[in-house]
């Protein structure tokens, strides 16, 4: 049987390239697998468009990758290990929820830019969606590279930030979002914990910002200080030519680089609109200060 051509097309100058020619729900051999490994090293973002996953499939493909991360939610409300998150107002049972709904206030916590799992003493290496339902209109991902971002800076900043340590906390990041937004056995199970603010890539040692809305404060420093070089260095980081916006299309698997990408919804009218995307995560190697 004749193989597609696996073909490259790069989605903007900083970072993320689309893949086409691979059937990534399919079993993976191991060249195929590092194949992965090098283009999230190489481009931070990766989308295989037109793929036909399940979730049984997701969780082979994930696994191929590392360990599958539990979701902070369900363990810390629940003490229960589940491995899937559902993004969008989908639910298990096929109808949809609405703005007003407390599931759908409580998710706009990832409007801002964030890495999933920065408040985590082990933060996530990927996550992986796959979109089963997207909205006719907005529900964009927006993403940019935190590597691009470090490589922008002056000597000075430079400098000044490599040796810093951020101070990342859940409780901090949902506080933005509502008072009363998170239930307290979740913010008991979540304390802030110590994160690099650059780290490197370990195949290449390139050197990225660490940063987003769970990086509530530097190590050492006060908080208008702290929030100061923070909200400056995101701002910069952040400025609309640095943005990739993934407009997402049913069969699309995204996998993108949380060690040095920050990414936020866009938002959708729920309302209006449905959607569904299922989410796993692959554990990172250690606590970014062991790296
Ligand atoms: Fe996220």
């Known amino acids: 049987m004749s193989r597609q051509k696996i073909e490259y097309t790069p989605l903007h100058a900083d ?6 020619g691979l059937d990534a729900a399919g079993p993976q051999t191991p060249d195929t697998v590092e194949m992965i490994k090098k283009a999230i090293d190489d481009y931070s973002f990766v989308v295989f468009p037109n793929q036909s996953f399940t979730d049984d499939l997701q969780l082979a493909f994930t696994q191929s990758l590392g360990e599958p ?15 899937f998150g559902t993004i969008g107002n989908v639910q298990a049972d096929g109808t949809a929820i ?12 990832n409007n801002m830019w964030h890495s999933d799992s920065s408040f985590r003493p082990v933060p996530s290496y990927v996550s992986i969606m796959c979109a ?35 101070i990342h906390d859940y409780s901090y990041s949902r506080s933005k979002v509502g008072p009363r937004v998170l239930k307290p056995e979740l913010a008991a199970s979540l304390p802030p914990v110590k994160q690099r603010m650059v780290r490197r890539n370990p195949r290449s ?20 200080p702290s929030r100061a070089l923070i909200d400056e260095l ?20 995204v996998i993108w680089d ?21 989410q796993t995560r692959v554990r990172g190697a250690c606590n970014s200060l062991a790296e």
């Open 205 to 224: 040692g390139a050197p990225n910002l660490y940063l987003g809305s769970h990086c509530r404060q530097v190590d050492g420093w006060e908080m208008p």
């Open 15 to 20: 970072f993320g390239v689309a893949i086409t």
């Open 69 to 83: 991360e539990e979701s902070h939610v369900t363990l810390g409300e629940e003490g229960r290990v589940e491995y």
């Open 132 to 166: 089963y339902e997207v909205p006719s209109e907005g529900g964009a991902t927006l993403f940019i590279s935190q590597r691009a971002a470090y490589d922008r800076l002056s000597k000075a900043t430079k400098e000044q930030v490599d040796p810093l340590v951020g």
């Open 258 to 278: 949380n060690r040095c990408l920050l990414h936020r919804g866009a938002g959708y009218d729920a309302d209006k609109h449905r959607r569904l995307m299922r």
């Open 98 to 109: 609405g703005n007003s709904h407390p599931k759908t206030v409580f998710k706009t916590g």
């Open 234 to 253: 995101t701002e910069d980081a952040t400025a609309s030519q640095h943005i990739y916006s993934h407009q997402w299309q049913a069969g699309d698997l």
